[in-house]
């Protein structure tokens, strides 16, 4: 027979001790109060317990990189919602939490007050920690990515641009699979250890489904553009190439569903140790066997996404990327053209250039920006 924690017995003894509750008047026996704050004091050395072995298993799984313990450490965070969210929860699955986890449950035989209460309410985002996405990068950098963060901005970015037809989730999950993927991506992406311009954003089901889509959503993320004085002229102009390719509404990118895109947001191919490798390549050569992407498992960008990016970037400095490299848009769909398109931001007339080359094309200044995505 195990030992009867002396917690238990204390409980016990005090429920024989206690006076019956008065039938008239429905009033709580003298010392209910008393094992309601014990109770209390109980559940919060349980969350304590469970967080701190939360936090120990998550960093082993993401050092790792390892799908088993993220399941470990995501039953563990189910736990602590599931004592956490309990109005009543059992005293003796308390005390059994307490024990399994290297609690002392003589502790309690002390002073409610003296219980830590305020530890105990851990970090929020980890007792919601399905939203969070943080691991320590190869070069020690402890990285944190907040997806409710994500999407609300994701939600802002679209109203504010008018793009009214998708919608942003609330909330999304990310499952073991899933948050392991999206590490690699980011480490892919950071060969160097230089996290500074990594992004995320939501690109939803639907943005660029259609060719009324896709034209509507160029003017929404180009408009203001032009800064000239010449009338009529666009915030975009597509040259012939671009449209013996069928032009915007014949591009169609090969992903179409709500997904997390992970990519960096350098002003400039050149300033980027890894998208810098890319310029001066072919279409070909890029997503060819021995290219690049095959190398780091990225992949380009669609056209949408990269409306989404630049736009993004435009907002919040003013300033446009890729003024001095055209980015070759390998993630479409194709067609009986075989040109690929490429996009540029004209530094003098600040007009979106959207041209297409042959793939197996290259100078100087054509290159790639590479990303990863998760669908969602």
Request: proline share 4%; hydrophobic share 30%.
């Amino acid at each position: 027979m195990p030992e009867i924690p002396r917690f238990a017995k204390f409980i016990a003894k005090k429920r024989e001790d206690e006076p019956s509750l008065d039938s008239d008047r429905g009033e709580p026996k003298d010392s209910l109060q008393e094992n309601e704050e014990r109770l209390k004091a109980l559940k919060k050395e349980a969350l304590i317990l469970l967080y701190e072995k939360y936090k120990k298993i998550k960093e082993e799984a993401e050092k790792e990189q390892s799908m088993e313990k993220l399941g470990e450490a995501k039953a563990v965070l189910l736990e602590m919602k599931k004592i956490k969210e309990q109005e009543s929860p059992n005293i003796k699955n308390l005390e059994q939490v307490i024990v399994d986890n290297g609690g002392n449950l003589e502790d309690f035989d002390e002073p409610f007050d003296s219980a830590p209460l305020d530890e105990a309410q851990g970090s929020e985002q980890d007792l919601r920690g399905e939203n969070i996405l943080s691991f320590e990068s190869k070069s020690g950098e402890p990285l944190e990515y907040d997806l409710d963060e994500i999407l609300e901005k994701s939600e802002k970015f679209y109203e504010k641009e008018g793009i009214d037809w998708v919608e942003v989730p609330e909330s999304i999950e990310l499952d073991g699979e899933q948050r392991v993927e999206a590490i690699r991506i980011i480490e892919a992406l950071c060969p160097t250890g230089d996290y500074e311009n990594v992004t995320i954003t939501y690109i939803p089901e639907g943005l660029a489904d259609n060719e009324e889509k896709r034209r509507k959503l160029l003017e929404k993320t180009t408009e203001g553009y032009y800064t000239g004085d010449e009338e009529g002229k666009k915030d975009y102009w597509e040259s012939d190439n671009f449209k013996e390719r069928g032009g915007i509404e014949g591009i169609e990118d090969k992903e179409t569903k709500g997904r997390l895109l992970i990519t960096k947001t350098t002003k400039e191919l050149k300033d980027d140790e890894l998208f810098k490798q890319t310029l001066g390549k072919t279409a070909e050569e890029l997503m060819g066997e021995r290219g690049i992407m095959q190398e780091t498992g990225l992949r380009g960008l669609g056209l949408s996404e990269l409306l989404v990016i630049q736009r993004q970037r435009y907002n919040e400095d003013v300033e446009h990327m890729d003024e001095e490299s055209w980015i070759w848009i390998t993630e479409i769909e194709a067609t009986p053209s075989s040109l690929v398109p490429n996009v540029y931001s004209h530094p003098y007339y600040t007009q979106l250039y959207l041209h297409a080359y042959a793939p197996v094309s290259d100078n100087e200044f054509l290159g790639c920006r590479l990303a990863g995505s998760l669908k969602v």
